[in-house]
């Protein structure tokens, strides 16, 4: 993604977002966004749309939000709402907790999609070793971060564009198409799993490119 951003002329910056709680996060996003010596487009997939949309509202060189196969809550949603509303029980239920220490000698509970449910809900497009890849390496987050109401949204006031993934099986396509709606977000479908981002990365790439040129 990275790469299909650079050849189109874009300066990206892929974000270690620290997964320990949506506002928290948010702020952490927000101040690099603000350490950014001109305009910015944000991106984000999966609980990564909650973080940006929560984000911009405090990044006055924000130009516009895109979401790839992401949440974008309204005020007082969370992402296991949003998920819970979708009247789907897999992807809740594929959602694996671990009782971890982050550092402050208390257990935390942290989640991650279990590994044998992670090719056919969230990378039904990858070959079977990428999905297992991607399945090892993804970061899990703080459960509490997924449950935590959302803040006044910035679609409200930024262009959004929304990156709908119809094959996704974690986040339903239709909810996508919903959030996006509601956000009055320009929507581009692609036949993909929810891991678009690496399965389409160059059209993903594209409407990056084209929010941060209208930006």
């Given at each position: ?51 940006i949309t929560a984000a911009a509202g405090s990044c006055p ?24 509303g979708a009247g789907d029980p897999r992807p809740l239920e ?122």
């Amino acid at each position: 993604m990275v790469t299909a951003l650079r050849h189109a002329g874009i300066e990206a910056v892929a974000v270690a977002t620290p997964l320990g709680g949506l506002r928290s996060d948010a702020a952490y996003v927000a101040s690099l966004a603000r350490a950014v010596d001109d305009d910015v487009v944000l991106a984000g997939e999966g609980y990564g749309g909650a973080v940006i949309t929560a984000a911009a509202g405090s990044c006055p060189n924000a130009t516009g939000l895109v979401y790839v196969a992401a949440f974008a809550p309204d005020e007082g949603e969370s992402c296991v709402g949003l998920l819970a509303g979708a009247g789907d029980p897999r992807p809740l239920e594929a959602i694996h907790p671990a009782i971890v220490e982050r550092g402050d000698g208390l257990g935390t509970v942290e989640a991650s999609i279990r590994r044998d449910r992670f090719r056919d809900l969230a990378a039904g497009d990858l070959s079977l070793d990428d999905a297992l890849t991607a399945a090892a390496t993804q970061r899990a987050v703080v459960a509490g971060a997924l449950d935590e109401p959302a803040p006044a949204p910035a679609w409200r006031t930024l262009p959004s564009w929304y990156v709908v993934a119809t094959r996704d099986r974690m986040l339903a396509p239709q909810l996508q198409r919903t959030l996006a709606r509601r956000a009055g977000a320009e929507i581009v479908e692609l036949d993909a799993s929810h891991a678009v981002s690496r399965s389409r990365p160059s059209e993903v790439a594209d409407v990056i490119a084209r929010a941060a040129r209208m930006g």
